[in-house]
């Protein structure tokens, strides 16, 4: 009975950690530099009521580089762009990427040892990739779900989003405020779009490739 519990709460763990891993994985797609270039370099992508292009580009590069821990707040004061409201929130954005990275690591030595110690409790091979391939699955089934939610009402999330992270309520700005002028409403769909895009081919992946290996295991049991 406490043998059952246990592989039920590793199969929970093991569900739980594969969706952290692919965020923090993702995140780092959106922190890189090219991806804002790539972005601003878009034919329809709202131009700026303040900034030149290649002001936006070099000052939004600023941004990440503070964001992902790289430079300290002067990088941004020293421009004289950014009021102390954006400040607060750029520095609490800081804080999530931060605390996202050790997340995804943690999440990642978590589903190693999980894997680990179902071994080393003589759980077959088939039931392990079982348990990976039911984790690949619920990520896959989520997020189609919160496409889903997504397309019909972005706002809704977008604003829920904030409200759950950042409840200091520092995340709303004029629309002629830096971080505005940055990035735009359609900024953030496309990133959203695009992390939503990134989840369901990776889950996808996963659980095709589990399975795969999963009947391959059976097939090969049934040899012996």
Known sequence: MEETLLKNFIKIIIIIS?????ISMNVKILLNPSYLEWEYSKEKFPESELLID???????????SYIKGESNDSILRDTRLFNEREISHLSDVRILVGETDYLGLFSFLILILSIFFLISRGVEKYQIVSYLFNAAVTTLIFVSLFSIVSTIDFNFLFIGFH???????????HSQDTLIQLYPAKFWFDSSFLIIVLFLIESSVLSLGFFLLRTKIKKEKKLK
């Open 163 to 173: 409200k759950i992270f950042f409840p200091q309520g520092n995340w709303s700005f």
């Open 54 to 64: 290649i002001e936006r580009l070099e000052l939004s590069k600023d941004v990440l």
């Open 18 to 22: 594969l969706p952290l891993i692919l």
